[in-house]
T-cell receptor
Framework: KNQVEQSPQSLIILEGKNCTLQ??????????LRWYKQDTGRGPVSLTI?????NTKSNGRYTATLDADTKQSSLHITASQLSDSASYIC???????????FGTGTRLTVIP | GAVVSQHPSRVICKSGTSVKIECRSL??????MFWYRQFPKQSLMLMAT?????????EQGVEKDKFLINHASLTLSTLTVTSAHPEDSSFYIC??????????????FGPGTRLTVL
């Protein structure tokens, strides 16, 4: 069964601190993995997208890693800001298919 | 680039009425558009996939006669919720994929439409 699981479900950190979000997937055949940021009441915005051959990709303070062998990915946020408060969704694409498989997201809250 | 808009952003309607939501790709031609529904604290659930000029493909459990999708042009798709009921209240999000996206099955999401049925 094609699934995407994320942990933790929610996370609260102090402004300026770093954090790492986890994503495990069983989607096959694997095509790509992407991380999205979704603010409350808004659509998802792409942060990173990685294919099978890529094991890390950065976008400013966001760094995603991918281990295609263990089917795990992480999203590391450095020097968190209040505006980082949002849901972070891991999404996996399957080769030859239109559809994407969504994780349930990690709700991050950054407090001053 | 790759901007997708939705209109309206919020809509409140009475039970039994129909509501139309528009999804537009503003700076690229979207050969495929996707409609999702998201309930509070849950992830996005794909409702249907539409290709320009052809009938939409609905996911299992989604009633095609209730959720009418039209993708008449390369920049516009519409979702009409017919005879809406309170249980249809949700956050509806569209995404679009087109020539700009390259070969990575990239989808660009709209900002979403909050539907509340009284």
């Amino acid at each position: 069964k094609n699934q995407v699981e994320q942990s933790p479900q929610s996370l609260i950190i102090l402004e300026g601190k770093n954090c790492t979000l986890q994503c495990n997937y069983t989607v096959s055949p694997f095509s790509n993995l992407r991380w999205y940021k979704q603010d409350t009441g808004r659509g998802p915005v792409s942060l990173t997208i990685m294919t099978f051959s890529e094991n890390t990709k950065s976008n400013g303070r966001y760094t995603a890693t991918l281990d295609a062998d263990t089917k795990q990915s992480s999203l590391h946020i450095t020097a968190s800001q209040l505006s980082d408060s949002a849901s972070y969704i891991c999404v996996v694409g399957r080769t030859g298919a239109n559809n994407l498989f969504f994780g349930t997201g990690t709700r991050l809250t950054v407090i001053p | 680039g790759a901007v997708v808009s939705q209109h309206p952003s919020r809509v409140i309607c009475k039970s039994g009425t129909s509501v139309k939501i528009e999804c537009r790709s503003l700076d690229f031609q979207a050969t495929t558009m996707f409609w999702y529904r998201q309930f509070p604290k849950q992830s996005l659930m794909l409702m249907a996939t539409s290709n320009e000029g052809s009938k939409a493909t609905y996911e299992q459990g989604v009633e095609k006669d209730k959720f009418l999708i039209n993708h008449a042009s390369l920049t516009l798709s519409t979702l009409t919720v017919t005879s809406a009921h309170p249980e249809d209240s949700s956050f509806y999000i569209c995404s679009a994929r087109g020539a700009l996206a390259g070969g990575l099955n990239e989808q660009f999401f709209g900002p979403g439409t909050r539907l509340t049925v009284l």
